[in-house]
């Protein structure tokens, strides 16, 4: 039977939440009107008023929120409340330009610290676990947003953060953690480096992993779940909506339940800004109906994935968004051909000789864009026989061709020859935008 934190809202009535949205949607615009310069403005352009949006069916009628937005009004500009009742700030880096900063009264805390608690309990994380943090704390929501849900559930919480890797695996095994949470591309890192100190899966007590933070493929997952023996499950949000926790994988693994009563999604075609129907991949978009210091309306998030509506068979009716597939501004166009990474990870994760380590470099030579595909082998490879490695080379790049429909260069490289990331991984290096 599964279990729910908060049973009356994650199995309520369809209908009922929808209506629960509206109100909550019509209350948070009256106030980012009368609040936000920001917004108002926004909205006068328009030509609305807050009078104009009276459920959920308005929502389309109101313009869009984006980075960009953030940045102008850098630090504070976009906050719906005096700084006097802000309790907390996050922030983030991308990769150009200002940090986004993004805020929360002590009320949002307890949103958030909601969000998670029910996130937990939706793979069944209890008072009984014990919840190893290695998501950075900091500026970056992952550490402290991970921490107070597991705090609320009654789990005990080794904070631990990220970096020393060999200190974690140790804390691992003498704290008998049952609930690791980091990204999943650092789950990876801590797998290697255990089998480095000798340590096996069977010495852990492990049981669950929370990943998230970044794009991964169920191959991925697989493998995570095969190496540390445990059952892997994605969590997903953004600081500017409140943090990990926007929504989260039940124990099926079938999509990620968003806490719609906070947030609504919708999915739209990035480019047109149209909203698609149930069903289509297109760019999540999100506006906050509860959040007090920083309500996003329609904040585009530039993450793709789908929208799924029917109820699921743990019993939630909250909407669920399938695995984020990559960004739309990750999207790499070579020679004309949308490419994600990805897509690339799924071909690469297939073969067994080859680890989950890889770097896309993408250059221009000669006014034509070359893929090379750096992608490192199992520990040992490199002694067998070099036509064994062409031959796997030769395999990969095929595969990638009749996939993905593009030429790329494939380099089989030795283990640990590419850089492991304790956060975020790095995987790809556009050379091109080097030149512009
Ligand atoms: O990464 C919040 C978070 C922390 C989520 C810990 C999960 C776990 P930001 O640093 O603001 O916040 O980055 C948000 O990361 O727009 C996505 O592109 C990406 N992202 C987050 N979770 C996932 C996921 C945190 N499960 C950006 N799958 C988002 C794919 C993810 N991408």
């Not at 509206?22 to 909205?43: F, H, Q, S």
């Not at 047109?272 to 069903?279: I, R």
């Not at 984020?324 to 790499?332: A, E, K, P, Q, Y």
């Amino acid at each position: 039977m599964a279990r729910y934190w908060n049973a009356e809202i994650e199995t309520m009535d369809i209908e009922a939440l929808k209506k629960l949205q509206g109100e909550r949607l019509r209350a948070t615009i009256e106030r980012v009107y009368n609040n936000v310069p920001y917004y108002a403005e926004r909205m006068k352009k328009a030509g609305l008023t807050p009078d104009d949006i009276r459920g959920i069916e308005d929502l389309k009628k109101l313009p869009f929120t984006y980075k960009e937005d953030l940045r102008n009004n850098y630090p504070f500009g976009t906050f719906a409340v005096p700084m006097d009742q802000v309790v907390r700030v996050h922030a983030s880096s991308g990769t150009t330009g200002k940090m986004t900063v993004v805020g929360y009264t002590q009320k949002d805390i307890d949103t958030w610290t909601e969000c998670m608690a029910r996130s937990l309990t939706n793979v069944g994380v209890t008072n009984e676990d014990v919840v190893h943090v290695a998501y950075g704390y900091g500026l970056f929501t992952g550490g402290l947003g991970l921490h107070y849900g597991a705090e609320k559930v009654g789990a005990v919480v080794v904070p631990v953060s990220g970096g020393n890797t060999k200190r974690q695996v140790q804390l691992l095994q003498d704290f008998k953690a049952t609930v690791l949470c980091c990204t999943p591309s650092y789950a990876l890192y801590i797998a290697d480096e255990m089998a480095e100190m000798g340590v096996k899966k069977e010495d852990l007590s492990l049981r669950i992993g929370i990943f998230g933070a970044e794009p991964w493929s169920d191959e991925m997952r697989r493998q995570i779940e095969e190496k540390l023996g445990i059952k892997a499950y994605d969590i997903y949000g953004l600081s500017e909506i409140i943090g990990p926790g926007v929504s989260m994988d039940c124990e099926h693994q079938k999509g990620l339940h968003i806490q719609a009563d906070h947030f609504i999604p919708e999915i739209i075609d990035p480019e047109t800004e149209e909203v698609l129907p149930e069903g289509s991949t297109g760019e999540l978009v999100f506006t906050c109906i509860s959040k007090e210091a920083l309500p996003l309306i329609r904040y585009r998030t530039r993450d793709l994935s789908i929208l799924d509506w029917q109820k699921c068979s743990c019993g939630r009716t909250s909407p669920r968004m399938l695995r984020v597939t990559g960004r739309s501004d990750d999207m790499l166009i070579i020679r004309g051909v949308n490419v994600f990474p990805s897509q690339v990870e799924s071909v690469l994760l297939k073969y067994a000789e080859v680890e989950p380590h890889y770097m896309i470099v993408v250059d221009r030579k000669d006014n034509l864009d070359i893929m090379e595909i750096q992608i490192e082998v199992t520990n040992g490879l490199f002694s067998d026989e070099i036509r064994k490695l062409e031959a796997l080379e030769r395999t990969i790049r095929d595969d990638i061709e009749s996939t993905l429909g593009i030429h790329a260069k494939v380099r089989l490289v030795e283990h640990k020859t590419i850089q492991r990331s304790e956060g975020k991984a790095k995987r790809v290096i556009d050379k091109r935008q080097l030149y512009k």
